[in-house]
Nanobody, 128 residues
Framework: QVQLVESGGGSVQAGGSLRLSCAAS????????MAWFRQVPGKEREGVAC???????AYADSVKGRFTISQDNPKNTLYLQMDSLKPEDTAMYYC??????????????????????WGQGTQVTVSS
């Protein structure tokens, strides 16, 4: 079973930056997708950014140009660099992963139903 542990959240002023990390344990293969989601109480979890083993990426329109998703594969670590933060970015941020059968290409997705493994979340608070 894959385990995901997020870190790097905190409180920052609007316009500031944070980098979130997701440490993954387990056996990872090329045919996977990993993503960052965020959730505000009372609302559905929102897909923020995605990356696959084929280096395909995708971003929600609300963060495009401000957030960057990346991976350090030798260390099995996923990152989310967040720049020019806005108060509306305040949320609990979650790391997610999905693995398909060997030999099949897995494309990016920002839909929570397309992920099987989830971290515990890390809180990001942006003050005006």
């Amino acid at each position: 079973q894959v385990q995901l542990v997020e870190s790097g959240g905190g409180s920052v002023q609007a316009g500031g930056s944070l980098r979130l990390s997701c440490a993954a344990s387990g056996n990872f293969y090329r045919n996977y997708r990993m993503a960052w989601f965020r959730q505000v109480p009372g609302k559905e979890r929102e897909g923020v950014a995605c990356i696959t083993g084929y280096r395909e990426t995708a971003y929600a329109d609300s963060v495009k140009g401000r957030f960057t998703i990346s991976q350090d594969n030798p260390k099995n670590t996923l990152y989310l660099q967040m720049d020019s933060l806005k108060p509306e970015d305040t949320a609990m941020y979650y790391c997610a992963a999905y693995f398909t059968t060997p030999g099949t290409r897995t494309s990016c997705s920002l839909l929570q139903g397309n992920y099987a493994y989830w971290g515990q979340g890390t809180q990001v608070t942006v003050s005006s």
